[in-house]
């Protein structure tokens, strides 16, 4: 009956969270934004309008920092991009993109605010991945990406096959026995979902920094997954609502959502025509406006329906599950009725925890419950700024002396 009723009234279960997203959004009607902060003396006019048309290789070498492409075919037929800002016999470390995003994550702030710089500069040889599905990897032993089974995966895969192919590949390439992995969003999701699969690969990370650790969902405030959440077990209707296998802003049931969480005056913005922040939300009184070409050139990257479903799965859960197929799907594929649940006491390597105070995906009590069932979890850090979002964790003008400053310190001593 429940999903019956998401069929014939999607409108009304919009209307259902719409109480929720004026409760916990914190959205001003004064959009008045500070344009005279650090990103400014590095960017130029002419930067931001080349660097939001660049690909990742091409803005590494832009800025005169050397830069190399690998690729992993995985055991399933994913052809998987990496890029790497070598530095031969320095540590490795690797990072992990978050959910419709890629490798650019990472270098889009430039060298004064990109993580993978700083860790350069500091003496790292850094590697970054593109997941399965996102734009570097959309390549396929056998299947093209217009076929519908290419984006049958969720963050299950790309934790169990993307991640360790990943890893094996900088192993082999480096000689270490160790890598250091931060991974934002999704990037955390995958680590622990690997960790709990194939606990061997925690042997091979020193330590693990969670930017944004997205595994409980109980307490989430997107509405989108909210509404989702309405679907579980029934991928084949939400498919039907989303416009298909690959996620579309274009879709009615999108559309919808960009009226209910963006205000009047900002509904034409390029901002609010992006699903990643419809999904996750957004600081507009932080947002400096001037960055917005290099912000929407590098989002949306690609991600499979079923990858943002399996998080939805999770809200008002106890539990961090595998995919919920349906009963009788799941007693073929589990032999239960119901996905069973990662075991994250399996995640054996150091952990560090980095969580924001207006984090849509990643609430404070779904962070302190990962955080309790982490056998080596050294530290959780909440930002000091209390208004930091999902999204703050690559874009903020800050991010550096609120987060990367700490996550360096961590890189250092370990």
Partial sequence: MRIAYCNVLPALLILQVTFILVKCTDISANLNINLDFSLQK????????????????????????????????????????????????????LLVHGLMSSSASWVIMGPTNGLAYILFQKGYDVWMLNTRGNIYSKEHTKKGISDQDFYDFSFHEIGTIDLPSAIDLVLEK?????????????????????????????????????LSPTTFMEKTRSAVLKFMSFFKGALSTLLAKLGGHVISATSELIQKFQHLICPASELTSKI???????????????????LTPIVIGHVSQGASTMQIHHYAQLHKELHFRRFDHG???NLIRYKSLKPPSYNLSQTQCKVVLHHG???????????????????????????????????????????TS?????????????
């Avoid at 931001?48 to 660049?54: P, V």
Wanted: proline residues 4%; charged residues 20%; positive net charge.
């Fill in 42 to 93: 590095f960017f130029t006019q002419a930067d931001i309008e080349i660097d939001a048309k660049l690909k990742t290789v091409e803005l590494i070498k832009k800025y005169k920092y050397p830069v190399e492409t690998h690729f992993v075919i995985t055991k399933d037929g994913y052809k998987l991009c990496m890029h790497r800002m070598p530095r031969p016999g320095a540590q490795p470390v």
């Fill in 174 to 210: 480096t000689k270490f026995q160790q890598i250091q992995y931060i991974g934002h969003s999704q990037g955390s999701t995958a680590f622990f979902v690997m960790c709990s699969e194939l606990p061997e690969y925690s042997v091979k990370v020193k330590i693990m920094q969670a």
């Fill in 272 to 290: 609010c025509g992006t699903f990643d922040f419809v999904l996750c939300g957004f600081n507009w009184n932080t947002f400096n406006r001037t």
């Fill in 327 to 329: 009963p009788t799907k």
């Fill in 357 to 399: 105070g207006n984090d849509w995906l990643a609430s404070g009590s779904d962070v302190i419950n990962l955080q309790k069932r982490l056998p080596n979890c050294i530290e959780s850090r909440k930002v000091e700024l209390e208004s930091f979002t999902h999204y703050d964790f690559m874009i903020s003008k800050d991010v």
């Fill in 402 to 414: 609120l987060v990367y400053n700490r996550v360096i310190d961590l890189v250092v001593t370990n």
